[in-house]
């Protein structure tokens, strides 16, 4: 198929002649498409159709001839353009020519049709036509591309100079001996300068006394940086006290080096910034007596709490009938119930504060899972409820983590479940997600239940401290709303996220995925005591030190029910004094005392000169103190241990062993 070249239209009111003028165009020009019509005014409505590179048209037909044909295409200004080219069975006498010329025709061609010369004339005619539309075209294409960047050019001059007058900061353009090339209306306004013209004015002469040897100094240092930003106090017009922020940088322009520098007020920003330092001091202020005021109601809280619980815990030691034991099992749980819930009280408190601190340390799995069956399986007794707990077995191993915080949150999500379902099942499972890497372990952990669920609106809602899923919790069941708050802050501080799925009537499953470290070394899991509740056979020689008479009464009645043999000192003075003359196997030493703390007693004790051999002795703490940085202020004064009031017997009496065979 061959290339189109032009494109042509005939006119002439006889058919026989277009079909003349069809063939010589397809023999002489083929490719050239041909439209053809035997009506003057048929052949107009074609042309402004389809745009012909050429007409040819009869010079005499009837309606209308090709001289009013080619008068109504050239005062056309969509058709103008197009050459027409005439054909006249007459000879082209000067009068016919003149008449077709003034027309708009640009060539003849007489009958009989010579075929080479009409295809000579079309080629010459249509060439010049495409020559011509192709110039007019491209002379059209750069007037507007001109006009375009012209008005483009104008736009961008008229936006620079916008947003150069209309820039918050001052700007001044000049040369490295400070010459002003340009400045903008804001340094027109610092510099408080009025004349119109400050080409080739120096900078250094219109700024304040006070300002000008700060810039002098600065400007030399862009010999060496290519920029520089400093701060300059600067006189203000009604003389308060003020700086402003300069930046100045190098522009290197047609080999010409110039400085750009901006002038920012910043006295607001300084005052705020000093506004802020006040404001931070009392925040810590006020943070720190928050501190202060936590950790002596815990203390307060706690003193008395540990008297009750222990006075139960021996209570519970004796002959007791069922309602008996009833009753104190139920005081036991309260008191319980009230540590874990001043235990949120001062967590939430350290995390808000950004004080909460992730130990991580060795652990495994399997003993994780055995402490979340132990707590719970005397709760679940009482319930038709179904505890499963599903280990995978790439989780047998052993990983570095905050054992204690993992937890804590399982003991807070599995004791949800058990609050709030009444039958059914409650599973926990545990399990490995890929590794994007060999040193990290990301365990994912579900704790699900058939419980009574959560609202869709709700389910955001109860992360939020001190909100419950429904109203109606508050009446139904126990607790304050710290528990979700807790878990989610404390699953972001060991690197994890966690998330709620929920229907009501159906239940509720709770994810949270958390990353664990590989050990450098493998760990061999050592067992604990086995026998955490008594004393194994072994009876030591216990000094207890405690100022209140109740926690003295509940921690020596639960120590010599377990055949320990405890002498009691009320003071730190008189702890040092009784071990200065009598031998004992372990101290259990309260923190907060009259006289002498606990604290201060320690550290004595541990002093070799004044105590020789004893000043080894191991050294429980017991103290109401729960605030972040207490437990490692008490092992650092030299105890061995920590146990938190109220003290649970089994606890105690579990590290108490501990502690005892770790001496050795």
Do not use: W
């Amino acid at each position: 198929m061959q290339k189109e070249q032009f494109r042509l239209l005939l006119i002439d009111d006889r058919a026989e002649n277009l079909f003349i003028l069809e063939e010589i165009i397809d023999l002489h020009l083929p490719g050239c498409k041909v439209f053809s019509s035997t009506s003057a005014k048929e052949g107009l409505t074609i042309a402004a159709r389809e745009m012909p590179d050429g007409i040819l048209v009869d010079f005499q037909m009837p309606e209308m001839d090709g001289v009013e044909l080619c008068k109504r295409v050239k005062s056309d200004p969509k058709l103008n353009s197009i050459p027409v080219i005439m054909i006249t069975a007459h000879q082209t006498t000067p009068s016919i020519r003149i008449r077709g010329l003034e027309a708009g025709a640009v060539d003849f061609i007489s009958r009989p049709v010579d075929g080479v010369e009409l295809t000579m004339k079309l080629k010459g005619v249509l060439s010049t036509r495409k020559r011509e539309t192709e110039l007019i075209r491209e002379k059209r294409e750069l007037e507007s591309s001109f006009a375009l960047q012209t008005k483009r050019l104008e736009r961008t001059e008229e936006l620079y100079q916008t947003l150069f007058d209309s820039a918050g900061d001052a700007i001044v353009f000049h040369d490295e001996d400070g010459l002003i090339l340009d400045v903008n209306q804001q340094a027109r306004q610092l510099l408080r300068c009025a004349s119109p013209v400050l080409f080739g004015v120096s900078l250094f002469d219109l700024l304040p006394d006070s300002s000008s040897e700060c810039f002098m100094n600065n400007i030399k240092l862009l010999q060496k940086k290519d920029n520089i930003v400093f701060e300059c106090p600067f006189e203000a017009c009604d003389e308060k006290e003020s700086f402003v922020s300069v930046r100045s940088n190098i522009l290197n322009v047609s080999g010409a080096r110039f400085v750009l520098s901006t002038f920012r007020d910043i006295t607001q920003q300084k005052k705020s910034q000093q506004e802020l330092l006040i404001a931070k001091q009392k925040a810590e202020e006020s943070n720190r007596s928050k501190s202060e005021f936590l950790a002596n109601m815990s203390h307060e809280i706690r003193t008395p709490l540990n008297g009750i619980m222990g006075m139960l815990q021996l209570m519970q030691t004796t002959t007791l009938n069922s309602e008996q034991k009833e009753y104190s099992q139920v005081g036991l749980n309260s008191c319980k119930r009230l540590t874990r819930l001043l235990s949120d009280i001062l967590d939430l408190s350290k995390i808000e504060a950004g004080k909460m601190s992730i130990e991580n340390r060795p652990f495994c799995f399997p003993d994780i899972m055995q402490s979340v069956n132990e707590l719970f399986r005397e709760s679940l007794d009482n319930k038709d409820i179904e505890l499963t707990i599903k280990l995978d077995e790439n989780l047998k191993q052993c990983l570095v983590g905050d054992s204690a915080r993992l937890l804590q949150v399982l003991f807070n999500i599995v004791g949800n479940a058990v609050k709030f379902t009444e039958e059914g099942t409650i599973a926990v499972e545990i399990m490995p997600l890929p590794r994007n890497s060999p040193e990290i372990y990301r365990v994912l952990f579900c704790v699900s239940d058939t419980g009574i669920g959560i609202e869709d609106a709700k389910q955001q809602e109860v992360f939020k401290t001190f909100v419950q899923g429904e109203e109606a919790y508050k009446r139904n069941f126990q607790g304050a709303g710290l528990g979700l708050p807790i878990i989610t802050r404390l699953v972001g501080l060991m690197g994890g996220t966690a998330c709620i799925s929920s229907e009501v009537g159906v239940g509720t499953d709770f994810y949270f995925c958390i990353p664990f470290q590989v050990p450098a070394e493998s760990i061999k899991e050592v067992s604990t005591d086995s026998c955490p509740h008594d004393t194994c056979g072994r009876t030591y020689d216990v000094l207890l030190a405690e100022d209140d008479a109740v926690n003295q009464l509940a921690i020596r009645g639960i120590l010599e029910k377990h055949g320990h043999r405890v002498a009691t000192v009320g003071t730190g003075k008189d702890a040092l004094e009784y071990l200065r003359n009598h031998s004992v196997d372990l101290v259990l030493m309260d923190i907060r005392m009259p006289e002498m703390d606990g604290t201060e007693a320690i550290v004595r004790i541990r002093d070799t000169e004044e105590f020789g051999a004893k000043a080894t002795i191991p050294i429980i703490a017991i103290t109401a103190h729960a605030m972040t940085g207490d437990k490692a202020g008490f092992i650092a004064a030299g105890a061995d241990r920590y146990l938190s009031k109220p003290v649970d017997a089994a606890e105690m009496l579990k590290l108490v062993n501990q502690v005892m065979e770790t001496k050795g």
